[in-house]
């Protein structure tokens, strides 16, 4: 499974979008991309997912270069309880999934 | 209510005493996983299974077990915990195609002195 490169932390003030950048230089065509953020010590929670094609959900949009090897995550408005940190991952169809260092981000009133 | 349940969400044991934390999940998932998170080591995959009877080391499996019987269960059992065990344990699961995400449980904090 590809590896990831995510920015360590990113700060967003409060009602702006919050974009952030993963890198996936390495994929393969068959691995999708995954968000997931960790808030203090829950278990991580899905974002959203995509293969090729932009993706939007009720929570982010997902945009994946043409050549697949960097996406953003956008969240479109932040609220002071998107602070959390966000993994972006790839993962092929059972394989392992990987998890990075992630991207702390702080939501500012 | 779809989710994946752990048991217990804290445990508190002594350097070799058996222990095994419980996994199960309800929605017909064919994967799971464990992952252990520690301070500046991030996620690590402890064990996966991609379906009942079929399990594969994950990064991090030295001193771990686990088994999978049946569809819905996938506990993880150490036979003889050591203080570097002491983690926050996450145990997965989805269906086993690449485009479908995976659901954490809530997690169980081990302490093992």
């Known amino acids: 499974d590809a590896k990831t490169t995510q920015p360590p932390s990113m700060d967003c003030a409060e009602g702006r979008a919050a974009n952030l950048p993963c890198n996936h230089s390495?994929?393969?065509?068959?691995?999708?991309v995954y968000w997931y953020r960790q808030i203090h010590s829950q278990g991580p929670q899905y974002i959203i997912h995509?293969?090729?094609n932009n993706e939007t959900n009720e929570m982010a949009s997902l945009i994946i270069t043409e050549d697949r090897k960097s996406s953003t995550l956008i969240l479109p408005h932040a609220t002071l309880r998107d602070t959390a940190v966000y993994y972006c991952i790839v993962r092929s169809r059972g394989g392992k999934l990987i998890f990075g260092q992630g991207t702390e981000l702080s939501v500012k009133p | 209510e779809a989710q994946v349940t752990q048991n217990p969400r804290y445990l508190i044991t002594v350097t070799g005493k058996k222990l095994t934390v419980t996994c199960s999940q309800n929605m017909n998932h064919e994967y799971m996983s464990w992952y252990r998170q520690d301070p500046g080591l991030g996620l690590r995959q402890i064990y996966y299974s991609m379906n009942v009877e079929v399990t594969d080391k994950g990064d991090v499996p030295e001193g771990y077990k686990v088994s999978r019987k049946e569809k819905r269960n996938f506990p993880l059992i150490l036979e003889s915990p050591s203080p570097n065990q002491t983690s926050l344990y996450f145990c997965?699961?989805?269906?086993?195609?690449?485009?479908?995400?995976?659901?954490f449980g809530n997690g169980t904090r081990l302490t093992v002195t």
């Open positions: 997965a699961s989805s269906l086993s195609r690449g485009g479908s995400p995976l659901h």
């Open positions: 995509g293969l090729k």
């Open positions: 390495t994929i393969s065509g068959n691995e999708y």
